[in-house]
């Protein structure tokens, strides 16, 4: 059942960002890219190219809701949509790693062995029972994003400032009926406790027969209130059917038969297995060093100093969701080492909308844009009625200012750094200026 499932989200996500024009808008029009770190040799393929790994995408989700060749499609899902996100991290969502992360899981779980279009032409891989841990590394991924989403927001702005909730919730106060109560201070307070509780808990609630319908309730409630609140695209949906995973096996049993009768599926599949195999070792290590990841990735942070929402230094990929409103303005200065002759750079001209708001604020993007100024400059000659000058490995400077959580903007990035002498690693930046609250 979670294999129909996923796979049907899979499809409709994949179909929404081609009818929506975002391959043409993220990946086609932009002329930079901000690869991951590590990753930066992955590149996009030229023009309406882009279009195949969405199709494929496409194709693939559908195969897999089907059960069709479902390892390979899980496969080719995995690449294509962990491909496309490597491509620039402006476009980075933790709902899109999440959809990373399960992708993978599922080319590991054998989701085929019943009512799939895989059982029909290879009957003998028909099952009615699977080992324990298909399923339970599914619910512990689902827990990882609650559970750390809910400890990122033990902090003083979410608890104590009902930041950034009360900024955004102020853009609803023209809302017939709620708008009023929207715009409330205590309303930001009740949202922001609320949503720390049901982040640190649901899952609990979720893993107990007693309290799982009213956790699930408050799951679908929790999810299509933020879904109409806040542009935060398909993740509540994703969550809300991806839960389904906590219900029994006799939850899923019936919505499977019930498909059955709809499509008038019969076959032949023995009722139990007597020996499940137990996993063999590489298993059991690759599925404890897959825990130790996901555990050890969010709180990587602490191995840095300084404030984490203003440095971002072990933001991505810990599942911090919503934490946070950032707006930055960052100037560019591209100068001569010899002459010192200095042009001011049209950001503009280099990146789209998206891509310049998300750079603003974000140190490493801050870094690779001043490199890419570099290699974009060095060479190119500027010629007035006195003189011409040719760059020669030019300097990149940058005056950043950043407001965080609705404070006043403070100087971010300082002028008199060369940032092309920096070096783009997971070291501290101490190139940042401090914090001050």
Not at 74 to 92: G, M, P, Q, R
Not at 403 to 425: E, M, V
């Amino acid at each position: 059942m979670f294999r129909i499932i996923f796979g049907a989200m899979l499809l409709f996500s994949s179909l929404r960002f081609i009818m929506k024009g975002w391959v043409e808008t993220q990946y086609i029009e932009p002329k930079f890219f901000f690869g991951f770190l590590g990753f930066e040799w992955v590149k996009p393929l030229q023009g309406n190219l882009m279009y195949i790994p969405f199709i494929l995408m496409a194709i693939a989700a559908l195969f897999i809701m089907l059960g069709f060749f479902y390892r390979i499609s899980t496969f080719v899902f995995f690449a294509c949509f962990t491909y496309v996100e490597l491509l620039d991290k402006s476009n980075y969502l933790n709902h899109y790693y999440f959809l990373s992360l399960m992708s993978f899981l599922m080319m590991l779980v054998p989701a085929h062995r019943d009512f799939s279009i895989d059982a029909k032409l290879f009957p003998h891989i028909r099952r009615k029972e699977t080992a324990a841990w298909h399923i339970n590394i599914l619910k512990f991924q689902l827990a990882v994003v609650y559970i750390f989403a809910g400890i990122a927001k033990i902090n003083s702005d979410w608890l104590f400032e009902a930041q950034p909730l009360r900024t955004w919730l102020q853009a609803h106060h023209n809302l017939p009926y709620v708008g009023g109560i929207l715009k409330a201070e205590v309303t930001a307070y009740f949202f922001s406790w609320m949503g720390c509780i049901y982040d640190l808990f649901i899952v609990f609630f979720l893993m107990s027969k007693r309290t799982r319908p009213f956790a699930y309730l408050a799951v679908i409630f929790f999810h299509i209130v933020t879904w109409l609140l806040f542009p935060i695209g398909v993740f509540p949906w994703v969550m809300i059917f991806s839960t389904t995973i906590f219900f029994g096996v006799k939850f899923h049993q019936q919505l499977l038969n019930g498909l059955k009768r709809l499509f008038k599926w019969t076959e032949n599949i023995p009722e139990t297995i007597k020996n499940i195999p137990t996993p063999k070792p590489f298993v059991k290590y690759g599925i404890i060093l897959y825990i130790a990841i996901q555990i050890l990735v969010p709180l990587r942070f602490v191995a840095y100093p300084g404030d984490l929402f203003w440095n971002e230094e072990g933001f991505r990929f810990s599942w911090r969701v919503m934490l946070m409103h950032k707006e930055g303005h960052a100037t560019f200065y591209v100068t001569d080492r010899e002459t010192g002759r200095t042009i001011e750079v049209n950001n503009t001209d280099y990146l789209t909308v998206r891509q310049e708001d998300q750079m603003m604020t974000q140190p490493d993007m801050i870094l690779q844009f001043a490199k890419m100024l570099q290699e974009e400059f060095d060479g190119k000659t500027f010629s007035n009625k006195e003189q011409s000058i040719t760059l020669r490995n030019p300097a990149v400077h940058a005056e950043v200012y950043v407001s965080l959580n609705g404070r006043k903007s403070q100087l971010f990035i300082d002028k008199k750094h060369d940032l092309t002498a920096l070096s783009y690693n997971l070291k501290h930046r101490d190139w940042i200026e401090p914090f001050e609250k």
